[in-house]
């Protein structure tokens, strides 16, 4: 790259707990003399630490981290920034979880079987209209919601239905996602009665057969 590049080149920061996938993904953002790599990261505290000290245009992160989630990351980077790009690349790319990163702020979602040229043309993109939503299944998504007569349960009240189905009480439960035991109580309460529900285990099996617990601990 060079020095007459550089100062216009879109910064960004990769996330992945997988060494072998973020070399791969800096070789792709290589090829792109528009895009440079700044920093490197492989969990949730590496890359809110990346972030702060570098402030990237763009943020790739992966979903499933080992100290949580790139949703967590996203919603955390977009309640502070509206300008950063955030691009969300993940294994299950399924109807929940596209409605679940344009809930958390994400600028783009890509499915890592998508050809790395996608992930770079989505980082592209987040840099320059971070706010818009861009992902290749959006339409079929919201059309089978549209149809779809499942009870529709909160971005919140999913995350609290997969920490009961991890077996977590209220309290462990309520640590968990940093809000108090009587919050939680709520969000379990409207839970079941959205399910039909009178207790986590007849909620569980609802849930189940919904497809709304096919994401957790896939």
């Not at 109807?95 to 600028?107: K, N, R, T, V, Y």
């Not at 980082?123 to 007569?149: K, V």
């Not at 996602?177 to 709520?186: G, P, Q, R, V």
């Amino acid at each position: 790259m060079t020095s007459e590049q550089t100062p216009t080149a879109t910064s960004v920061l990769l996330i992945d707990d997988h060494e072998l996938i973020r070399t791969g993904l800096a070789r792709a953002f290589e090829r792109d003399p528009s895009m440079t790599v700044i920093g490197q990261a492989g969990s949730v505290a590496q890359a809110m630490a990346a972030y702060n000290a570098l402030r990237p245009d763009v943020v790739v992160t992966d979903v499933q981290l080992p100290d949580g989630t790139g949703l967590d990351i996203v919603r955390a980077i977009r309640q502070h920034n509206q300008t950063v790009g955030l691009v969300i690349l993940t294994m299950h790319s399924g109807d929940d979880q596209i409605f679940a990163a344009m809930e958390a702020g994400a600028s783009a979602f890509v499915g890592k079987d998508a050809p790395s040229r996608e992930v770079v043309s989505a980082a592209r993109h987040s840099a320059i209209s971070p706010r818009t939503f861009l992902c290749s299944g959006l339409a079929g998504a919201m059309m089978r919601r549209a149809t779809d007569d499942r009870p529709r349960l909160s971005e919140r009240e999913q995350e609290v239905l997969a920490l009961l189905a991890e077996g977590l009480g209220t309290g462990a439960l309520a640590g968990k996602l940093y809000m108090s035991e009587s919050t939680a109580k709520t969000h379990i309460a409207k839970i079941y009665q959205k399910l039909g529900a009178t207790n986590r285990a007849q909620a569980l099996v609802t849930a189940m057969r919904l497809g709304l617990l096919s994401s957790v601990n896939p």
